[in-house]
Antibody, heavy 114, light 113 residues
Framework: QVQLVESGGGVVQPGGSLRLSCAAS????????MHWVRQAPGKGLEWVAF????????YYADSVKGRFTISRDNSKNTLYLQMNSLRAEDTAVYYC???????WGQGTLVTVSS | DIVMTQTPLSLSVTPGQPASISCKSS???????????LYWYLQKPGQSPQLLIY???NRFSGVPDRFSGSGSGTDFTLKISRVEAEDVGVYYC??????????FGQGTKLEIK
């Protein structure tokens, strides 16, 4: 069965960096685009970034463009999100999701606080 | 950007009774490929979102047939024919026609009376 397991969340100071990972199994990872979606505490869902199956194209929400970088390693069945220049408003649970948003991981919490 | 507006924002339903959630988009979700990119998700308490309906009316694998989706263009509806206790949570609609500006509705919280 499809499994997506996020890791790498934690507490970081404003201006700091963090890299999230999403380990995929149960499907041919290299054949599917992948997304990151986040959810601030008590709030709704916000799409963050998308990468095509082969990494050829990457897309970002305006709120993270220039600060976050999505990438993937198809040899390791792993999706990444490099987050730089973090702000308090980036505090959220970050989910990875297989395109077309049919399977989601359990999420990893990122807290940006001094 | 496409704005997704859900109504109502909360719903209290007696078990066995029907429920309905509306989702309206600020632009048509009908793509030139003929598909309409409107999805419905349920986020149960403490869990990640789970796909219920894709492309307006297609139930995802394992989703009970008491869930149904309908609509076209900019107006969409999720219906639960007979609510059960396990249906509690927040329901979201989402559009994926506009890359890279995918967007979700605000969410509708369903509780059991």
């Amino acid at each position: 069965q499809v499994q997506l397991v996020e890791s790498g969340g934690g507490v970081v100071q404003p201006g700091g960096s963090l890299r999230l990972s999403c380990a995929a199994s149960g499907f041919t990872f290299s054949s599917y685009g992948m997304h990151w979606v986040r959810q601030a505490p008590g709030k709704g869902l916000e799409w963050v970034a998308f990468i095509r199956y082969d990494g050829s194209n990457k897309y970002y929400a305006d709120s993270v463009k220039g600060r976050f970088t999505i990438s993937r390693d198809n040899s390791k069945n792993t999706l990444y999100l490099q987050m730089n220049s973090l702000r308090a408003e980036d505090t959220a649970v970050y989910y990875c999701a297989k395109s077309p948003f049919d399977y989601w991981g359990q999420g990893t919490l990122v807290t940006v606080s001094s | 950007d496409i704005v997704m507006t859900q109504t109502p924002l909360s719903l209290s339903v007696t078990p066995g009774q029907p429920a309905s959630i509306s989702c309206k988009s600020s632009q048509s979700l009908l793509h030139s490929d003929g598909k309409t990119y409107l999805y419905w998700y349920l986020q149960k308490p403490g869990q990640s979102p789970q796909l219920l309906i894709y492309e307006v009316s297609n139930r995802f694998s394992g989703v009970p047939d008491r869930f149904s989706g309908s609509g076209s263009g900019t107006d969409f509806t999720l219906k639960i024919s007979r609510v059960e206790a396990e249906d509690v949570g927040v329901y979201y609609c989402m559009q994926s026609i506009q890359l890279p500006r995918y967007s979700f509705g605000q969410g509708t919280k369903l509780e059991i009376k």
